[in-house]
């Protein structure tokens, strides 16, 4: 079993930054591949970015490509999401979740572990 715990969420103005982090606590968090997901109010939850932890393989949606950033530290056994020049659109509730094996990045339901998510705000 996995435990997950987002933090850093908050209100920001449009163009500026937020740095999400995820923490992970139970098994071996380097064998996880780990994904950043996020739902808009009357949106499906829909997949941001994710990062693989054998190479450390990156994998983005188009929508935050150039903006945001994955990384992980598994030595603090956390992922993180670096978000850049934000827009209005990019306000949602961010999940992370965590598989342990190979999926398809963008495959929301292969994810076995979740998070509670934490909300961001950009305002216009």
């Known amino acids: 079993q996995v435990q997950l715990v987002e933090s850093g969420g908050g209100l920001v103005q449009a163009g500026g930054s937020l740095r999400l982090s995820c923490a992970a606590s139970?098994?071996?968090?380097?064998?996880?591949?780990m994904g950043w997901f996020r739902q808009a109010p009357g949106k499906e939850r829909e997949f941001v970015a994710a990062?693989?932890?054998?190479?450390?393989?990156?994998y983005y949606a188009d929508s935050v490509k150039g903006r945001f950033t994955i990384s992980r530290d598994n030595a603090k056994n956390t992922v993180y999401l670096q978000m850049n020049t934000l827009k209005a659109e990019d306000t949602a509730v961010y999940y992370c979740?965590?598989?342990?094996?190979?999926?398809?990045?963008?495959?929301?339901?292969?994810?076995?572990?979740w998070g509670q998510g934490t909300q961001v705000t950009v305002s216009s």
């Open positions: 979740a965590a598989v342990t094996h190979t999926i398809t990045p963008a495959q929301e339901s292969a994810y076995a572990y």
């Open positions: 990062i693989w932890w054998s190479i450390g393989t990156t």
């Open positions: 139970g098994r071996t968090f380097s064998n996880y591949n």
